[in-house]
């Protein structure tokens, strides 16, 4: 994962610290060494730690960090992550950055956590979206996996999924369908391919076309859901979209359907709340 990274944290060192800390270069000697340790003040789910090394290492690797929990645990306020020892100019000016990505993984992983729980029992996965922070998009994916669910895309390269305005603007499900099959042929690319419906008619629309891996259920009601993986019956993979809150994802889970999408796994979560303090 670190390599994933390596770009981004040049352009975060960039944007926190320009021509220089000069609070920490106007009081600190570049000589002095020192120790500060990450200590958690709020109950949640740890995700960000190889970051945090990633982190570390790309701004001084002379650096040492000690890991006493790994990402995915679940911790508790007064617990201490890890500790790193070393220039204590290189301390404090990758404090805030380590900080920021920590607290924002550990908050996705944290309400992710929350949603695979409540899933237990069922076959159903919780899958994230699109709905991600421009430029954190792979650290916010990676932490709804370390809180226990499932990536959907990562981007709009990695597989095709026909919404309704592609449907609109295609011109009907059969021809938004065909050319998609058509495009991947064309270009010899290999993707699965997801239609999202609105209505019982797209269902029997696309189970009738066919030539689909997925179809999404947008805004369908309980009820609805039900019948619609009847209908479906195993012949493609299901998943509910759409109005799903933490209080009915249970029961759409019940329904049977393979995956539920929530948004709110990565676009309105609050961070978890933890600290690096001088030891």
Not at 109 to 128: C, F, I, P, Q
Not at 143 to 151: C, E, H, I, L, S
Request: proline share 1%; charged share 25%.
């Amino acid at each position: 994962m670190k390599n994933d990274f390596e770009q981004l944290i040049k352009l975060w060192f960039a944007e926190d610290i320009g021509d220089g800390d000069h609070t920490t270069l106007s009081c600190i000697p570049d000589t002095a060494i020192g120790k500060s340790q990450l200590i958690i003040k709020e109950k949640g789910v740890l995700a960000g730690v190889e970051v945090a090394q990633a982190i570390f290492a790309a701004f001084d690797p002379t650096l040492k960090t000690t890991v006493y929990i790994q990402d995915g645990a679940e911790v508790n306020p007064g617990d201490i992550a890890f500790v790193v020892e070393g220039k204590i100019q290189s301390l404090l000016q990758t404090e805030r950055l380590m900080l920021n990505i920590m607290q924002r993984m550990s908050g996705v992983a944290t309400r992710t956590r929350e949603y695979v729980k409540l899933l237990e029992g069922t076959k159903t996965h919780v899958l994230d979206t699109r709905k991600t922070t421009p430029g954190l998009r792979l650290l916010e994916k990676e932490a709804v996996k370390v809180g226990g669910g499932v990536n959907h895309r990562i981007g709009l390269y990695d597989m095709i999924l026909l919404k309704d305005n592609h449907i609109d603007f295609a011109g009907g499900i059969d021809k938004a369908i065909l050319r998609a099959k058509e495009y991947l042929k064309t270009k010899n690319k290999n993707l699965k391919i997801e239609i999202e419906v609105r209505s019982f008619d797209e269902l029997a629309q696309v189970i009738t076309i066919g030539g689909v891996d997925r179809i999404m259920l947008d805004n369908f009601s309980v009820e609805n859901t039900r019948k619609a993986v009847e209908i479906i019956a195993g012949k493609f993979e299901t998943e509910s979209s759409g109005g799903i809150t933490f209080d009915t994802l249970r029961d759409y889970a019940l329904c049977g359907v393979d995956y539920i999408s929530v948004g709110a796994l990565t676009h309105s979560v609050k961070s978890l709340d933890m600290s690096f303090k001088a030891i």
